[in-house]
């Protein structure tokens, strides 16, 4: 089992900048990949990064690439999602979500639907 806790949403400004993190337990953490997604009202969830068990490869969807940057940091058994140059479009419940092996693909299939799963964190940016 991985326990997983999101922390660092919040309201900003169009053009402004938040970095997401995720804690967690239970499993060794550099043994597994790990994403976030993201599910705005009325819409489907949407994975909107991934990067695999040591950082080293990565995965954004079209609608972030060159705005946010995932990475993770295996002493603090965290992964962090810093998002910058927000647009009100981003605005979401942004959910951290681990995968059961440690390749990005164990994030990309089935929309991450057999992993683990934290709470969420609201992210607003408003126009």
């Known amino acids: 089992q991985v326990q997983l806790v999101e922390s660092g949403g919040g309201l900003v400004q169009a053009g402004g900048s938040l970095r997401l993190s995720c804690a967690a337990s239970?499993?060794?953490?550099?043994?597994?990949?790990m994403g976030w997604f993201r599910q705005a009202p009325g819409m489907e969830r949407e994975l909107v990064a991934a990067?695999?068990?040591?950082?080293?490869?990565?995965y954004y969807a079209d609608s972030v690439k060159g705005g946010f940057s995932i990475s993770r940091d295996n002493a603090k058994n965290t992964m962090y999602l810093q998002m910058n140059s927000l647009k009100p479009e981003d605005t979401a419940v942004y959910y951290c979500?681990?995968?059961?092996?440690?390749?990005?693909?164990?994030?990309?299939?089935?929309?991450?639907?057999?992993?683990?799963w934290g709470q969420g964190t609201q992210v607003t940016v408003s126009s």
């Open positions: 979500n681990a995968g059961k092996g440690p390749t990005i693909a164990t994030i990309l299939r089935n929309g991450g639907s057999n992993n683990y």
């Open positions: 239970g499993r060794t953490f550099s043994s597994y990949a």
């Open positions: 990067i695999g068990w040591s950082g080293g490869s990565t």
